[in-house]
């Protein structure tokens, strides 16, 4: 399916604002906590407009939001 036809296709935000975003003390660096196959990461790397399908927003206050 052609990217440009499917609406849910869109550029997500950076990977410094998704949840799956960590900080690993064992490399001492930020590291996605999903496993990406090969072609999604090859997509990920080379493809400037590539959307996520796993990004979602660290919304720290998403939470006290519905409790409201």
């Known amino acids: 399916m052609n990217s440009k036809n499917n609406p849910k296709k869109r550029i997500q935000g950076s990977c410094d604002t998704c949840v799956n975003f ?5 490399y001492e660096q930020y590291v996605c906590l ?7 990461y090859y997509r990920f790397l080379n493809e400037p407009n590539y959307a ?6 660290d919304d720290e206050y998403g939470v ?5």
Do not use: I, M, S
């Not at 006290?64 to 409201?68: D, G, L, S």
């Open 34 to 40: 999903v496993d990406l196959d090969e072609d999604e």
């Open 64 to 68: 006290v939001r519905k409790q409201n």
């Open 52 to 57: 996520c399908p796993y990004y979602r927003l």
């Open 22 to 26: 960590a900080y690993d003390e064992d």
